[in-house]
């Protein structure tokens, strides 16, 4: 048997992280391989990066080209790995991410462990994980060991730690149907679902040596996914890759002008790509809705909800609906007149809360929920943390709030679909 490894390369818009990728193969001391860069239409500056390399006859390239609307679908990078799995030539297989380098002993050692073990499948080695800041700074690394054999690789052993051989690809096509599992619900666990299937037929074998060092960017996908609900909570500021900052509203993600930076700035919820292109492109706003405004010269303040202006009605009424003075901004006077008036935010005697403003959070009873569209919605502290950092929750009683609906909570997906997996996780 040979020793030539087929390694695969998914790439998504990260120029500078992809040149790294691709140099730190070329750099391998084990020369016998061929490498798959496996882009998902990234921008032109990423494609340049790809081209640079294309001399190189042991690198090919293809891009999917794969249109927006269907970028959710799938867990894209499985699906770009089974494109090129049936191209693989190698008598082993190895996964790259572009934010992540082989160390240049990577592919030696790991063939190596091959020879020394023909009875393995797969062998799996320590990571170093740095994350880094907006600037590309590290703030802080830890390590994924590896010194115990795994019969259980799913959730431990990262998609870049891994060489397998291709033989095995066959068998678990058979048992299967494919190599990698690339429905939409594992995004971020697509490798982890992938080593279940090859756990069924080996264990991973340990190398106890850093092999590579992946990098945790503000945007990647872990982050941005993490404590994301299922649905993204209309009246957010987001911002994806690109770094634009968009204001969503029911199903449209509208751009908003640098005139509300100062809104925008300290609660922008990075979110990844593939949530922010489900929403179609609008238009950019005069203003955005949940904001607080007024005129220049008089003192009447405004909240905006749901395209009207609602005159906070009393000092009293500002605060108890957990309002800061900081967050108003002055506008037009036309500005404001264009807007139709809703009926006032008000803080009756009685305490009764009887047409709230919308999207502020409450805390009724030790739970935190969401006042939306005219409902409240329980929301966990984990996704609040997220999306509303800079608002102190309202307290109130449900005997207060009885005349409206209880809705569909905001919970962070992940928890239910590795609850529905049923494995353990250390
Ligand atoms: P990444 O954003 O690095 O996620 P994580 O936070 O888990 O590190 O993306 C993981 C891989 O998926 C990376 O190789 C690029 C690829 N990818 C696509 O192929 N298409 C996409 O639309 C996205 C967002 C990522
Ligand atoms: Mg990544």
């Given at each position: 048997m040979g020793d030539k490894v087929s390694i695969i390369l998914t790439s998504y818009n990260k120029p500078d992280y992809l040149q790294k990728a691709i140099e730190s193969v070329i750099n391998q001391?084990?020369?016998?391989w061929e490498l798959f860069v496996m882009d998902d239409h990234s921008n032109e500056e990423t494609t340049a990066v790809i081209h640079k390399y294309l001399y190189d006859h042991r690198i090919h390239y293809k891009n999917s080209f794969v249109h927006p609307q269907h970028r959710l679908k799938t867990t894209r990078y499985a699906t770009l790995i089974n494109d090129a799995l049936p191209y693989a030539t190698g008598d082993y297989i190895s996964y790259l991410t572009d934010d992540t380098v082989y160390h240049p002993n990577r592919l030696s050692r790991m063939v190596q462990t091959f020879l020394c073990h023909p009875e393995a499948q797969a062998v799996y080695s320590k990571q170093k994980v740095v994350h880094v800041n907006e600037r590309g700074e590290e703030m802080s690394h830890f390590y994924r060991n590896a010194n115990t054999v795994l019969d259980q690789a799913a959730f431990q052993v990262d998609h870049c730690s891994v060489m397998h051989r291709r033989l095995l690809l066959d068998r678990i096509k058979d048992k299967y149907g494919s190599y990698w599992d690339d429905d939409m619900k594992h995004w971020n666990h697509g490798d982890s679902i992938f080593w279940l299937r090859v756990n069924t037929f080996a264990p991973f074998l340990p190398i106890n040596e850093v092999l590579d060092t992946t990098y945790k960017t503000p945007n990647s996908f872990q982050n941005a996914f993490q404590f994301l609900p299922a649905d993204l909570i209309d009246g957010t500021f987001v911002k994806g890759s690109d770094q634009h900052v968009y204001f969503l509203d029911q199903g449209v993600r509208h751009p908003v002008g640098e005139r509300w930076r100062s809104v925008y700035l300290d609660r922008t919820v990075i979110i990844p790509d593939p949530y922010l292109f489900q929403y179609h492109m609008g238009k950019c706003l005069n203003i955005p809705n949940y904001v607080l405004v007024k005129e220049a010269d008089r003192p009447a303040v405004f909240y905006i909800d749901a395209g009207k202006k609602r005159r906070i009605e009393s000092q009293h009424a500002f605060q108890f609906y957990q309002f800061k003075r900081k967050d108003i901004l002055t506008i037009d006077k036309e500005v404001l007149e264009s807007l139709p008036e809703g009926p006032p935010i008000t803080r009756e005697r009685s305490g009764v809360i009887a047409n709230p403003p919308g999207r502020r959070l409450f805390f009724i009873e030790r739970e935190r929920f969401l006042f939306l569209h005219g409902v409240f919605h329980p929301i966990s502290e984990q996704v609040v943390r997220k999306f509303f950092l800079q608002q102190k929750p309202i307290p109130a009683s449900f005997r207060n709030i009885q005349q409206f609906p209880i809705g569909k909570p905001f919970y962070p997906v992940y928890d239910e679909i590795i609850k529905n997996l049923n494995i353990a996780i250390e």
């Open positions: 001391t084990h020369s016998n």
